[in-house]
């Protein structure tokens, strides 16, 4: 190996002093596959318990709207909405640029459809709603902690969502992301509404 091979992340095993030690002393036992699977099967179980730890908080849900919405005839959307008051106040608190506004604006155009599916799912699984928010809010604040601006907030919202709707990506699918994304937006789920 090389040196930037031998230091690279997917070569380091971190490793108490104890332990360190015994690997050091005992190398016919610990050999590069020894270590290899262990670190493996330690990157799963920690993988694991920040699942649990979430609460099993996933992109499922919002693959199943997106599949659903991409899949079946939209309506007409009208390209002239007026944002109600508070999506504008909402707007203006968040302190979102022209860009953000359209994209917010085409996104409501299919609002009804998003709430009328979540509203669906959720009497077949009651946390469903919960669920779906769940995860963008925990992407909200990921995003938040990075310090990115307000519309490249947005920006990372719509992007996670397009990521995490499933396997295809086209632009029904994307269309679906956009309105979920403005869904949750309007009705206060997602960013600062106070």
Sequence with gaps: MTPEERGSADNLIYLCSPHHDAVDSQLNLHT??????AKRKHEIAVERAVRNA???VTFEELEVVCTVLASTPATS?????????????????NELGEKSVQRITAGLSQATRVEAFISFQTTIAPSFGHSLVAQFKSEYYAARAQNLEPDDVFDYLVETAIENAGPRDNP???????????????????????
Excluded: M, S, T
């Design 32 to 37: 590069c596959e020894f270590l290899q699977d």
């Design 77 to 93: 959307p009208n390209l002239d909405v007026e944002l109600a008051l508070p999506v504008q106040e909402k707007i203006e608190l």
């Design 172 to 194: 029904r699918v994307r269309a679906a992301a956009l309105a979920v994304v403005a869904y949750l937006f309007e009705i206060c789920e997602v960013f600062e509404h106070e």
């Design 54 to 56: 979430l609460g099993k």
